[in-house]
């Protein structure tokens, strides 16, 4: 078994240079394979809602949920960094529950980290959570669980005073101790100065090549997820085609009397099978 990656080498790969690659896991089969593709962060994500659960909004989502995936995905992940979404209703509904929450993560799904998104409290919980012990990833630009604030899911930081805004909150969430901080959506020149600006690493979703690392949705990447592709979702393959074409085959397959063949069935004894049918009268 190869190392873990630690929060330190995350922020080391920034001094290097190094590019730090992040993708999104719900379940075990796909965490086991993204994790032995060498990644360097493993995050489940709350678009657990949108590209697992067939919701509409993240905030759909709760600790039960991201709890039961979270635990699956431990159970695959044996070198990448595991960071959790710490879903809507743990920190933005009630902020005294947040470091309770936080520490489930730790304590019962055995994460490496959580991940908080921007809003109006985002600095005093950010800091809870980071004096309990437990490393916080930040994420500014467009935050899903709050879109509906932000005017939908839109480019954010296109003038400069919002651009202003999305810098100072990443600067206030370093100050706060996070150990990096996700840009979602932002114009690419502004994401190449706030990664400038910062010490720790940016991690971009539809922020450009400036950031130091990339995130994306796995189910977006492999062609799993249709319903909604946003412009920066870039599909490496397309897994739909691939499952339809097996599906269809094993359905005409049964249907036509073909499956199971002989080398996917049980033989049995043919004495034994004499014996079996006689007493069986
Ligand atoms: O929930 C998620 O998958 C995320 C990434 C898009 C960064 O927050």
Redesign the pocket.
């Known amino acids: 078994m190869s190392e873990r990656v630690t929060v330190r080498q995350i922020q080391e790969k920034k001094r290097k240079k190094e590019k730090i690659v992040v993708l999104?896991a719900y379940d075990y089969p796909l965490a086991s394979l993204i994790d032995r593709c060498a990644v360097d962060i493993i995050?489940v994500?709350?678009?657990l809602a949108n590209v697992v659960l067939g919701l509409d909004s993240?905030t759909q989502v709760g600790m039960m949920e991201m709890l039961h995936h979270a635990k699956a995905v431990r159970r695959a992940v044996k070198r990448a960094l595991l960071v959790v979404?710490m879903p809507f209703e743990s920190y933005q509904m009630d902020p005294s529950r947040a470091v309770a929450n936080a520490k489930r993560f730790v304590q019962e799904a055995g994460c490496d980290a959580v991940?908080l998104e921007w809003f109006d409290r985002c600095l005093e919980v950010t800091g809870n959570i980071i004096k309990a012990g437990i490393p916080v990833m930040g994420?500014v630009g467009l935050t899903p669980q709050t879109a509906g604030q932000l005017g939908g899911f839109k480019v954010q930081g296109k003038d400069a005073t919002s651009a202003q805004k999305v810098l100072e909150s990443a600067l206030a969430l370093e100050k706060k101790g996070c150990f990096s901080v996700?840009l979602?959506c932002i114009p690419a020149p502004l994401a190449e100065i706030v990664t400038q600006r910062l010490s720790i690493p940016t991690i971009g979703?539809g922020a450009g090549k400036g950031c130091d690392g990339q995130?994306l949705?796995t189910h977006d990447l492999l062609g799993l997820f249709d319903r909604f592709t946003p412009k920066f979702a870039k599909q490496y393959v397309h897994l739909n085609n691939s499952i339809e074409k097996g599906v269809t085959h094993f359905c005409n397959d049964v249907r036509r009397g073909k499956f199971p063949d002989k080398a996917h069935s049980y033989a049995m004894n043919p004495e034994e099978l004499k014996k079996f049918k006689k007493e069986s009268k």
Request: aromatic share 0%; charged share 30%.
């Open positions: 999104t995050l994500g709350d678009s993240t979404d991940k994420h996700v979602e979703i995130v949705v």
